[in-house]
């Protein structure tokens, strides 16, 4: 089964600051992981995959196996990053499916 | 694109009564899934189904019951309802056991 923790709930950051999500993971196999994002009003979506290994909104994840982590990276944050920001297993049986606590983004201008 | 629709956006509803959360979703995936969403404990997994009635109990399904009589329609029924399940709730669903979550706008009940 695959857990993830996230271990920061509240991060705050400048405009154009680097930004790095954390997320650390335990697993048994090869993990699969997502990030999900979910910006004020709007419905809770996927940002990006691990498996695809692409850059989305500037967003960037490499999965460190060493150190079980999938952090979510940006070199420059923007305003509008800002939102609520969870790190998943995919759904399979066996998995724990419960996202935990995710963490809030904000960047302030 | 897949669309996951939830059929109320706000309800409120008084303690005991009855409730029912409707989620459907328009591509024929296998799975689908119930969490709440709760300030500072982020998403927990309520019930999930892998198959026409089929179903499976997540992390919290005390107070929670889940029909899947069809593929494409999950319902959460909410026995007699409490306060302290006032929350957002959300649907989702997927195409397989390694394919990303696809979610509904959720439902904000507030049980008074």
């Known amino acids: 089964a695959q857990r993830v923790t996230q271990p920061e709930k509240l991060l705050s950051v400048f405009k154009g600051a680097p930004v790095e999500l954390k997320c650390n993971y335990s697993y048994s196999g090869s993990p699969e992981l997502f990030w999900y994002v979910q910006y004020s009003r709007q419905r809770l979506q996927l940002l990006l995959r691990?498996?695809s290994r692409e850059s989305i909104k500037g967003f960037t994840a490499d999965l460190n196996k060493g150190e079980t982590s999938f952090h979510l990276k940006k070199p420059f944050a923007q305003e509008e990053d800002s939102a609520m920001y969870y790190c998943?297993?995919?759904?399979?049986?066996?998995?724990?499916?419960?996202f935990g606590g995710g963490t809030r983004l904000m960047v302030k201008p | 694109d897949v669309k996951v629709t939830q059929s109320s956006r706000y309800l409120v509803k008084r303690t005991g009564e009855k409730v029912f959360l409707e989620c459907v979703q328009d591509?024929?995936?296998?799975?689908m899934f119930w969490y709440r969403q709760d300030p500072g404990l982020g998403l927990r997994l309520i019930y999930f189904s892998y198959d026409v009635k089929m179903k499976e109990k997540g992390d919290i399904p005390e107070g929670y019951s889940v029909s899947r009589e069809k593929k494409e329609r999950f319902s959460l029924i909410l026995e007699s309802a409490s306060t302290n399940q006032t929350s957002m709730y959300l649907c989702?669903?997927?195409?397989?056991?390694?394919?990303?979550?696809?979610f509904g706008n959720g439902t904000r009940l507030t049980v008074t």
């Open positions: 989702a669903s997927s195409l397989s056991d390694v394919g990303p979550l696809h």
């Open positions: 998943a297993p995919p759904p399979g049986a066996g998995n724990m499916l419960t």
């Open positions: 691990h498996i």
């Open positions: 591509m024929d995936h296998e799975n």
